[in-house]
């Protein structure tokens, strides 16, 4: 409000070092953490296999409708 302009301009400079702080943490952070290269899975299953190869052979449309 024009009343208060001091307190805008606090709230303003406040939000925007906020902002600023979060991008710079976010730029920072460790890439190793993002992807575990530990991580395994396990390969799939036959069934599964098979119900890849049978969905393959329906038009895109309906494959997109079994799948939502």
Request: glycine share 0%.
């Amino acid at each position: 409000r024009a009343e208060h302009p001091e307190a805008w301009v606090r709230t303003t400079a406040h939000r925007l070092a906020v902002s600023r702080w979060r991008r710079t943490r976010l730029a920072t952070r460790p890439t190793a953490r993002a992807v575990d290269p530990r991580t395994t899975t396990a390969p799939p299953s036959e069934s599964h296999v098979a119900l890849v190869r049978a969905l393959e052979q329906l038009p895109e449309a309906q494959r997109h409708t079994l799948v939502l």
